[in-house]
């Protein structure tokens, strides 16, 4: 009795053993996790997605059916999130986090966003999508005609891991791209940037010289001369600086007013050189303007007039 009790004890130690070294065990994923982000303007788009491999195989139309809804990665939804309203295809999405599914064609497919943000394959409601985008793939991979890959074709891209980047983005807009094997699909998300930082401006700007001045640089480098200035206008009058003094006379610049915008370098000259040391910090911007410049400067008046 006491050697099968002994035995017992001995094959439960074992499981117990065996059952936890288990638990520690950590192998990598066949389609680890993977994400992506990217600021554009404002706003922060994020896409949280697993990340399959080829290893081999034929992947459109075959592990990936032609004509049936994907969930366009693997293991779980692949998920993108914006920091902010944007626009996809027409369509405002409001902020928030998403779901990307994809219906691949021979000749077309469909890109899905759902507002089931865990959706998957067999969960998906079409009456879920918010927005739905007619597109064709791109082929990123070129062949010979005999069948073979070329060697060193610049041309040539193959995509082993399933990966989404972000591309041709600017302050309004960015393209999403979905890589995999030899495809490469896109769509292109809008955001309002100009608006919104037209409403921080007017959120922001509460007599504080420093951000009239940060706003009148911002529209001065969107051309946007007329509002730059005043901005700029109101940040002198509250504080009058050499920085914004400076900031004024680039946007007389580019406004033609050559001599005011010497006027106003040359007061930015007098007083940054009045400033502690070292935050006079466009110095030789403004001394070389005023080199530039020279022949715009007010002329002296002769004695007696």
Known sequence: MKKNLLKISIAFLALF???????????????????????????????????????????????????????AGANSATKITFSRDVSINGVVIPKGSYSILMTPGINEWTIHINKDATVSADSYKSDMDIVKIKTASVATTVTAADGTMPVGGSAQTFTERLTYTFSDFTNEMVNVNMLWENIKIIFTVKVDTDKQATENIDKSTGGIWSIYNNSARYYYDKKEYDKALGYVDQSISNSDQWFNNWVKAQILSAKGLNEEAYTFAAKAKELGDKAPAGSFFFKDAVEKALVDWAAYAPKPKKKGK
């Open 17 to 71: 053993l065996f059952l936890n070294v288990s638990a520690q065990l950590v192998l990598p994923q066949p389609s680890p996790k993977a994400s992506v982000m990217q600021t554009v303007g404002l706003t922060d788009i994020t896409i949280d997605y697993s990340s399959p491999g080829v290893k081999g195989r034929k992947i459109w139309g075959d592990v990936v059916p032609y004509d049936k809804v994907w969930r």
